[in-house]
């Protein structure tokens, strides 16, 4: 490792004037919630929230 190199190291100046994120959050209206058994298990209180990960790409329907 090049300790001239700023980004290889734990130095994070290389990083300064740099945009981290951006991110879209769609409005999210109150519909149909689990019940406390199965939002345990699920994780989420919102059916529509449920997204498991399985390691592939969701294929939409419709």
Do not use: H
């Amino acid at each position: 490792m090049d300790s001239t190199n700023v980004c290889a190291t734990n130095d994070n100046r290389c990083c300064d004037g740099q945009v981290v994120a951006m991110a879209y959050v769609p409005d999210q209206w109150w519909g149909d919630i689990y019940d406390e058994s199965t939002a345990l298990k699920q994780g989420t209180l919102f059916p529509e929230l449920n997204k498991p990960f399985t390691g592939r790409k969701q294929v939409r329907n419709g």
